[in-house]
């Protein structure tokens, strides 16, 4: 029996080892996209729309990133949409509006009537695209900031290569605990999958807090229908309804001077159900492709969980697993220093393999609850 969990390990890492170095190759060719100071003169109208949901603490930081942009200012505006937050994240919006004529706020709860909803999220985007002014929309979190060119950034990518959806990279702050660094490095993982697959046109990947489509595209996909009865997906669900629609279309905008930061999980806790929230919407996943992967990525690593349990009562147990867990190590090592550079984060690789254990574990128990559990998100439990 042990032998056969062996081979199917084996098996499963070579798949992933080629899977990998595919992305490597298409990542290391990408040019990095450099802001032109030089550049035609700003023409996109952008209409920036913030859920929110008890970010007192965070929300003034982040508007203020964004509208202290050097932007010209009648070429965007800022929607905050309140998420029935019970803080003074509302107060704290109606302040700033005194200071910034282009800041708007919308309340969810006077548009739902008390209707129970599964995917607040995108309710809220979508009453917001509905009353909004700009050509596009761009989508961030209450809790990210923004860089001064972000906005410049998307104009000069949208005259350049006229897209329809633009992907954008996303990082998280590291205060060096374990948890923050366990966190930024295997979401390092995930953006540089993102850039490699999306620049090639290969998946429908981004993240919701960095992102820019077409607001007559977004209506013209029918918004988020269809795709409304899912918690979580109002970034990467979408962008594969709007990549059916318009193939060949979808960016990815690879500046450093495009990256959103935002903060990591404060407790374990916040950092599994953020995680479970994530995997949740894996079988919902149209884009096959990403299903696929995700799926041989959990067979891996439960695989490994499976051998590294066994492993005490079998001859050689420990060496067998030592070695599939080193190759698949310096493999992801190969694929992680381009991706560790563009971010400035090649010191945390120290840290890559010694986290390897605890990354098998969470991906096993993130991926089984994502299917089958339940999950805390913003006060709220989802199936």
């Known amino acids: ?108 709860k006077d548009h739902l009537t008390n209707k129970q909803l599964t995917a607040y999220k995108k309710k809220a985007i979508e009453l917001a695209a509905i009353q909004c002014n700009g050509s596009w929309i761009v989508t961030t979190d ?22 329809v959806f ?39 990947m981004c993240n919701g807090a960095n992102i820019c489509y077409r607001k007559d595209v977004f209506t013209e996909v029918g918004r988020f229908s ?9 970034d990467m669900l979408l962008m594969h309804k709007i990549k059916l629609k318009y193939p060949g279309k979808i960016g990815y905008l690879y500046s450093k001077e495009s990256i959103v930061l935002t903060s990591p999980m404060g407790t374990w806790k916040d950092f599994f159900n953020q995680r479970i929230r994530w995997a949740s919407k894996a079988s919902s996943y ?3 492709g990403i299903y696929w992967i995700l799926l041989l990525v959990y067979l891996l690593n439960a695989a490994l969980f499976v051998l590294l349990v066994s492993s005490p ?5 420990i060496i067998n697993w030592l070695i599939l867990v080193g190759i698949k190590t310096l493999v992801e090592l190969s694929f992680m220093l381009p991706v560790a550079r563009f971010y400035g984060q090649i010191k945390a690789l120290f840290w890559f393999p ?23 998100w913003k006060g709220r439990t989802v199936k």
């Open 1 to 108: 029996m042990y032998g056969l969990a062996l081979i199917i390990t084996t098996i499963l890492l070579i798949g992933y080892c080629c899977l990998l170095l595919m992305y490597r190759q298409w990542l290391i060719h990408l040019p990095v996209f450099t802001h032109k100071n030089d550049a035609r003169l700003a023409a996109t109208h952008f209409s920036v729309i913030v859920p929110a949901r008890n970010e007192e603490n965070n929300i003034k930081q982040c508007l203020e990133s964004i509208l202290q942009q050097p932007y010209p200012m009648e070429l965007f505006e800022v929607i905050i949409v309140n998420d029935h937050s019970t803080d003074e994240t509302e107060n704290i919006v109606l302040a700033l509006q005194k200071q910034y004529s282009n800041l708007f706020l919308l309340n969810l």
């Open 286 to 288: 149209q884009d096959k």
């Open 226 to 234: 269809g795709i409304d009865h899912i918690a979580s997906g109002d």
């Open 166 to 204: 633009v992907a954008a990279p996303v990082m998280f702050t590291n205060d060096h605990s374990f948890l923050s660094v366990f966190q930024l490095l295997d979401f390092l993982s995930l953006q540089g999958i993102t850039a490699a697959s999306v620049s090639a046109g290969y998946h429908s």
């Open 142 to 163: 209450a809790d990210c900031i923004v860089t001064d060119n972000w906005l410049s950034n998307f104009d000069q990518y949208i005259q350049e290569r006229e897209p």
């Open 354 to 376: 010694l986290m390897q254990p605890f990354h098998i574990f969470y991906t096993v128990v993130a991926g089984w609850l994502g299917k089958f559990g339940t999950y805390q």
């Open 313 to 317: 009562f079998i001859h050689h147990g």
